[in-house]
């Protein structure tokens, strides 16, 4: 039946398969919209799912035919992943919409606090300065002046001091109003109890 590979390879996992190609084919080309799958949406999914239960129940063959696309797909004879650098050359990615920001390694941290500062600050610039359209964007240094480690993990709420420090820092070398501080700025409180001591 051609049913089933049909949705298995190109309706739910085209990028599996790509993947599977990729490490028997050499000369093959990656293309993203062979990694992307003709079901992307979790009811369409859901369908797809219920369609081969249902094209599989009571039916000897077609669960052998599955099983056999499914281990080809999942289990192969390569050694099982132990790097902590892995990074997938191939993934599904929509045709058109917006997907977030792409993480280079272990740059989730970054991602992170980027897609939460960077909104207010646009929105802050759009209202109070007029000049949300003249933001160039260039390549920076972030971590106390070194090039950013894309394998290397931090804490997010480290990186989001140094990045409103160094913003600042640099906007006040300008004679400009430190913006994110302004904006997304704030106090710490810590307050010490003594055991057995009335006094704070």
Not at 77 to 98: A, K
Not at 101 to 121: D, E, S
Request: hydrophobic share 40%; aromatic share 10%; charged share 20%.
């Amino acid at each position: 039946m051609n049913l089933i590979p049909n949705l298995i390879n190109h309706f739910l996992f085209p990028a599996s398969r790509l993947v599977k190609k990729l490490n028997t084919t050499p000369d093959l080309q990656y293309n993203d919209e062979l990694a992307s799958g003709i079901c992307s949406s979790p009811d369409s999914i859901q369908a797809c799912y219920k369609l081969l239960n249902a094209l599989c129940v009571g039916v000897k063959e077609n669960i052998e035919i599955l099983s056999e696309l499914i281990s080809d797909i999942f289990y192969n004879d390569e050694p099982p992943l132990v790097e902590w650098e892995y990074y997938p050359h191939v993934g599904p990615r929509p045709t058109r919409g917006y997907v977030g920001l792409k993480n280079a390694g272990a740059t989730c941290y970054m991602n992170a606090v980027l897609q939460q500062v960077i909104p207010n600050i646009y929105i802050y610039l759009f209202v109070w300065y007029k000049m949300a359209d003249g933001i160039n964007s260039r390549k920076v240094n972030l971590l106390e002046g070194q090039q950013v480690n894309l394998r290397e993990q931090h804490d997010a709420f480290e990186f989001f001091n140094t990045l409103v420090d160094s913003v600042d820092e640099g906007l006040k070398a300008y004679n400009a109003t430190p913006i994110i501080s302004k904006v997304l700025g704030g106090s710490f409180a810590d307050q010490k109890i003594c055991k057995g001591c009335p006094h704070r």
